[in-house]
């Protein structure tokens, strides 16, 4: 219909030309399309869609916490179980305390959403430390990085709510980050992490009056955290990076510490889904469990810092990506060189009655 509209009858050559034009404008249309929905959406589920998974989730009224054999969670240190909170830390100096899932996960994607509540009595940057999210090989190991042990083998997500290192002033606190760790890098809290993270973002997440949330997804090698912090009801993306490798069979659990200065750290909820991704026959075959934690950057950890977002992105295109691309490109060249052979053959045909 088009083609009439705008004269396709007119001659062949402008025909032609006309097809050309308008199979360029729809190539380029396709790869707009494919670069918009190639990087990251933020489809964080909103938990109904997915799975809940209860027997690594934490909810209220919090049964099945405890030391005996069939509990699902474990708790250390200073924590202490309420009927409407898990409170890691109290508001005050030098307590740490954890709590951990007892069943390993091994599911293969999934997304766990934290409720959590830091507050306290202290004033603007007179209040520490803070709480991580951990997903790793061993349990209830009491450390120096937030209550757990340094040198984990796994994932962490810091909510570092106090500021240690006096030069990095380019970002503001709290601030959360993420680290993957195979046992061989100490958490530098002098430079509150800087050296090791993955990438994060800053996060108004003490004293608030309404809840505060944090996503943690992992599916297909990605690592996205999200926040809900601001009484939105909605995720704001804060990390998200390819290339992240994790196996099965590791552990959830939470942790928080005090020093000179405290605050009480409360988990809510912790609630898991199961994401339901396919996976290749071979990623399917592979012992997931084998899996060495690492990442596979563009760049360092530490060139990230020159990265005002925090964030940087290293998944490469897709097979279909990459075919589309090639086709465009084909088409193109293949309706320019028939328009071109076309309008060759024209003019030679009018410089013969010329002559
Ligand atoms: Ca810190």
Excluded at 22 to 44: K, M, N, W, Y
Excluded at 119 to 147: C, E
Excluded at 326 to 348: D, N
Aim: hydrophobic fraction near 35%.
């Amino acid at each position: 219909m088009a083609f009439r509209e705008e004269g396709c009858y007119e001659s062949f050559p402008g025909c032609l030309i006309k097809m050309c034009r308008l199979s360029v404008f729809l190539c380029s249309a396709l790869v707009l399309l494919v670069l918009e929905v190639g990087p990251v959406r933020c489809d964080i589920t909103d938990g109904n869609a997915e799975h809940l998974k209860r027997e690594h989730s934490l909810m209220k009224p919090y049964q099945g916490v405890g030391s005996s054999p069939s509990s699902q969670w474990d708790f250390w240190g200073s924590t202490l179980v309420t009927g409407s909170y898990v409170r890691l830390t109290p508001d005050e100096r030098s307590k740490q305390g954890s709590i951990w899932n007892t069943v390993p996960c091994y599911l293969k994607d999934w997304e766990m959403h934290v409720q959590f509540k830091v507050h306290g009595s202290g004033k603007k940057n007179l209040h520490g430390d803070g709480i991580a999210i951990w997903y790793t090989k061993d349990r209830l190991h009491p450390g120096p990085v937030f209550g757990n042990q340094d040198q984990f083998v796994g994932l962490s997500i810091f909510v570092d709510t106090f500021r240690n290192d006096l030069h990095g002033m380019d970002r503001s606190f709290p601030y959360i980050s993420a680290m993957v760790n195979n046992g061989s890098v100490s958490y530098d809290h002098g430079k509150d992490g800087r050296s090791s993270e993955l990438g994060g973002c800053s996060a108004e997440i003490r004293n608030r009056d309404h809840d505060t949330y944090l996503a943690v997804r992992y599916s297909k090698g990605r690592l996205t955290i999200m926040v809900d912090v601001d009484d939105k009801n909605e995720w704001k993306e804060c990390i998200d990076i390819g290339g992240v490798r994790l196996p099965t069979g590791y552990f959830f659990g939470a942790s928080a510490a005090t020093g000179d200065l405290s605050d009480n750290h409360d988990i809510i909820s912790m609630k898991l889904y199961q994401l339901m991704v396919e996976h290749t026959p071979e990623e399917e075959n592979l012992d997931w469990t084998k899996i060495e934690p690492s990442v596979s950057l563009l760049k360092s950890p530490k060139d990230n810092i020159d990265d005002p977002t925090g964030n940087f992105r290293g998944t490469p295109l897709t097979g279909w990506k990459v075919f589309l691309l090639l086709l465009c490109a084909l088409l193109g060249i293949v309706v320019c060189a028939v328009v071109g052979a076309v309008v060759f053959q024209k003019r030679q045909e009018r410089n013969k009655r010329f002559y």
